[in-house]
């Protein structure tokens, strides 16, 4: 996990969305036991989803609807 930390400072660096929507996913699935860790870092990725218009935001948002963290969206 600590590559992963890494990564996810070095994304936030050099502002790449993309990279940290894909990087707090793997990060939510790394955490998938721990249903609070995992959904905030399944919150962070749809958020960066969001933002940067990634297509991945609609299956980030499922997950999040499926948890009951989050009102599944029309995309």
Sequence with gaps: MVDLEAALLA???REDKQELVRLY???AQHYEDDENRAAF???HAYIFALE???PEAANLNRLLAQQGREV???F
């Design 25 to 27: 996913h793997e990060a």
């Design 52 to 54: 940067c218009g990634a």
């Design 41 to 43: 870092y399944l919150t």
């Design 11 to 13: 994304a936030h660096r």
């Design 72 to 74: 599944l969206q029309e």
